[in-house]
């Protein structure tokens, strides 16, 4: 599978201004924040931790390239949203008790609880002082947008929690807490370059419909790899979300359908203490006998299908709307 060359090019426009902004922190809060990017290496250069992928700035440049405008527009967007991703990571960590992520320590395990909350709360504060320091009637837009799909991002994170006390949950609930959880901030990456170039609600709003069912259909990918993924490529355990007693949407779609394969995974989720290589294999036979991989690779095919349609007819620029396209493709496709 081929990496889409637009990740690469918005990360050289976008990690500049991110590293600039991040490193300006109170000397205090520097540390922490830096080592949470990967911008500690000896050599002083920038390291694939932190930035990831480079999904978020890469939907930024592209919306703002889809309405015309340059890449450059959508820099303040895209720093803005990566570090509202960033923080949500950094508090994440912590709630999840991960001392990992992407092979390294995390901030909590490497710094402390308290460091890595006030570093938490410090790359969310500053996300809204990007957009703000040039308070021009498209950052304040882009501003209001972002505290939005922040409060939905936050409602998905405690439905996500509110799960681990539930002994089952439907699938509707799943999925409600996976569009708040991930598809919001997707869907704000995939309008904020638009909304900074000053374009049509109604583009807009397209672009942010795109984002929306591009993230549900992230999410569906992540649910299925956090199950049956190759550890070698995603870096975690076989069988990591089943060993988390996670309420992923395979496991969803069996609890919704009830009778023996949800009684029998109730009971493996209920067990006193860590579960075992065996409970976890059971748990797995009993989720892709009944439907349960299935229907979440159908669910991330179904959503791609919807953000491909979602641009028709609105006078995008051919360019941007086949990247846009292709980078769709390629998150419901990676194994990673």
């Given at each position: 599978?081929?990496?889409?060359?637009?990740?690469?090019?918005?990360?050289?426009?976008?990690?500049?201004?991110?590293?600039?902004?991040?490193?300006?922190?109170?000397?205090?809060?520097?540390?922490?924040?830096?080592?949470?990017?990967?911008?500690?290496?000896?050599?002083?250069?920038?390291?694939?931790?932190?930035?990831?992928?480079?999904?978020?700035?890469?939907?930024?440049?592209?919306?703002?390239?889809?309405?015309?405008?340059?890449?450059?527009?959508?820099?303040?967007?895209?720093?803005?949203?990566?570090?509202?991703?960033?923080?949500?990571?950094?508090?994440?960590?912590?709630?999840?008790?991960?001392?990992?992520?992407?092979?390294?320590?995390?901030?909590?395990?490497?710094?402390?609880?308290?460091e890595a909350i006030i570093s938490g709360d410090a790359l969310h504060n500053l996300?809204?002082?990007?957009?703000?320091?040039?308070?021009?009637?498209?950052?304040?837009?882009?501003?209001?947008?972002?505290?939005?799909?922040?409060?939905?991002?936050?409602?998905?994170?405690?439905?996500?929690?509110?799960?681990?006390?539930?002994?089952?949950?439907?699938?509707?609930?799943?999925?409600?807490?996976?569009?708040?959880?991930?598809?919001?901030?997707?869907?704000?990456?995939?309008?904020?370059?638009?909304?900074?170039?000053?374009?049509?609600?109604?583009?807009?709003?397209?672009?942010?419909?795109?984002?929306?069912?591009?993230?549900?259909?992230?999410?569906?990918?992540?649910?299925?790899?956090?199950?049956?993924?190759?550890?070698?490529?995603?870096?975690?355990?076989?069988?990591?979300?089943?060993?988390?007693?996670?309420?992923?949407?395979?496991?969803?779609?069996?609890?919704?359908?009830?009778?023996?394969?949800?009684?029998?995974?109730?009971?493996?989720?209920?067990?006193?203490?860590?579960?075992?290589?065996?409970?976890?294999?059971?748990?797995?036979?009993?989720?892709?006998?009944?439907?349960?991989?299935?229907?979440?690779?159908?669910?991330?095919?179904?959503?791609?299908?919807?953000?491909?349609?979602?641009?028709?007819?609105?006078?995008?620029?051919?360019?941007?709307?086949?990247?846009?396209?292709?980078?769709?493709?390629?998150?419901?496709?990676?194994?990673?």
């Amino acid at each position: 599978m081929t990496t889409p060359d637009v990740l690469g090019r918005a990360r050289s426009l976008v990690e500049p201004a991110l590293r600039t902004v991040v490193e300006g922190l109170d000397p205090r809060l520097r540390p922490s924040s830096t080592y949470h990017f990967g911008w500690t290496e000896a050599d002083g250069s920038p390291s694939d931790v932190g930035v990831g992928k480079g999904l978020r700035p890469a939907l930024a440049v592209l919306s703002a390239e889809a309405v015309g405008a340059p890449a450059e527009v959508a820099v303040p967007g895209a720093v803005a949203v990566e570090l509202v991703h960033n923080f949500s990571l950094v508090h994440d960590d912590i709630i999840d008790g991960d001392t990992e992520r992407r092979h390294r320590a995390t901030v909590w395990s490497a710094f402390g609880t308290d460091e890595a909350i006030i570093s938490g709360d410090a790359l969310h504060n500053l996300a809204y002082q990007v957009l703000l320091d040039d308070p021009s009637p498209q950052r304040q837009v882009a501003a209001a947008r972002l505290t939005r799909a922040t409060a939905a991002m936050i409602a998905g994170q405690a439905a996500d929690m509110a799960f681990d006390d539930l002994p089952t949950v439907t699938l509707a609930e799943c999925v409600a807490m996976e569009a708040d959880k991930t598809g919001a901030l997707l869907a704000y990456a995939a309008s904020v370059g638009a909304v900074l170039a000053g374009a049509t609600d109604a583009r807009v709003d397209a672009l942010e419909e795109f984002g929306m069912e591009l993230g549900c259909a992230f999410q569906a990918v992540d649910d299925v790899l956090g199950i049956w993924g190759d550890p070698s490529v995603t870096g975690k355990a076989v069988g990591n979300d089943l060993r988390e007693r996670k309420k992923s949407l395979p496991v969803a779609v069996v609890l919704d359908q009830g009778g023996e394969v949800a009684d029998e995974l109730l009971a493996i989720y209920g067990r006193d203490g860590d579960l075992t290589d065996d409970d976890v294999a059971r748990a797995t036979a009993v989720l892709e006998a009944a439907g349960g991989r299935s229907h979440a690779e159908s669910s991330a095919g179904a959503h791609l299908v919807l953000a491909l349609t979602a641009l028709d007819g609105l006078g995008f620029d051919d360019g941007a709307v086949a990247d846009l396209n292709d980078l769709a493709r390629f998150v419901a496709d990676r194994d990673f």
